[in-house]
């Protein structure tokens, strides 16, 4: 059975910064593309980032670029996400994602971030 | 940025009755590889999202068949031949052809 489950989420100030993890199991990890999805609290579905197999190629969403970084460790089976210079509108629950093929086949239980002071 | 425009934002829908979600994109999801790249996820409430349709119209399984997708080009539709009071929750397009990924705004389906 696959299994994402992330951890690090927490209340953070305005300007400070935060890690995610994602640790997976169920399946070969490092045959995945793995992504990160953002839901800020009542509305939609935001994309944040996606990272190949090797870590070689990564891609942000505008929103993000420059402040958050994806990163796999894939004898770790982990994923992570580096967040920088916070800001409110960062305030989510940030699901990690597994798929491949422009696609989204599981889903962690999601992580919820504050960013408040 | 492909963008995803679903509609109804809001679908009150009697049991055993059928439901439709529309979702368009403002370019096609249709990729050279010959696959058509649009997804689509259910949401209940208090739950992680949940895949039910890729290539949009590839049910996953374990999902019921009572759920379909069809469409090409710009245009896709997510049917509920008879909605169940299990169904009710969020649903969501997706399309996987090009980065930045860009979901829909999401239907919220209920019971009336």
């Known amino acids: 059975e696959v299994q994402l489950v992330e951890s690090g989420g927490g209340l953070v100030q305005p300007g400070g910064s935060l890690r995610l993890s994602c640790a997976a199991s169920g399946f070969t990890f490092k045959n995945y593309p793995m992504r990160w999805v953002r839901q800020t609290p009542g509305k939609g579905l935001e994309w944040v980032s996606d990272i190949s197999l090797s870590g070689d190629r990564t891609y942000y969403a505008d929103s993000v670029k420059g402040r958050l970084t994806i990163s796999r460790d894939n004898s770790k089976n982990t994923v992570y996400l580096q967040m920088n210079s916070l800001r409110a509108e960062d305030t989510a629950v940030y699901y990690c994602?597994?798929?491949?093929?422009?696609?989204?086949?599981?889903w962690g239980q999601g992580a919820l971030v504050t960013v408040s002071s | 940025d492909v963008v995803m425009t679903q509609s109804p934002l809001s679908l009150p829908v009697t049991l055993g009755q059928p439901a439709s979600i529309s979702c368009r994109s403002s370019q096609s999801l249709e990729h050279s590889d010959g696959n058509t790249y649009l997804n689509w996820f259910q949401q209940r409430p208090g739950q992680s999202p949940r895949r039910l349709i890729y290539?949009?119209?590839k049910r996953d399984s374990g999902v019921p068949d009572r759920f379909s997708g069809s469409g090409s080009g710009t245009d896709f539709t997510l049917r509920i031949s008879r909605v169940e009071a299990e169904d009710v929750g969020i649903y969501y397009c997706?399309?996987?052809?090009?980065?930045?990924?860009?979901f829909g705004q999401g239907t919220k389906v209920e019971i009336k």
């Open positions: 290539q949009a119209s």
């Open positions: 994602a597994k798929g491949s093929n422009g696609t989204i086949d599981n």
């Open positions: 997706m399309q996987g052809i090009q980065w930045p990924r860009t």
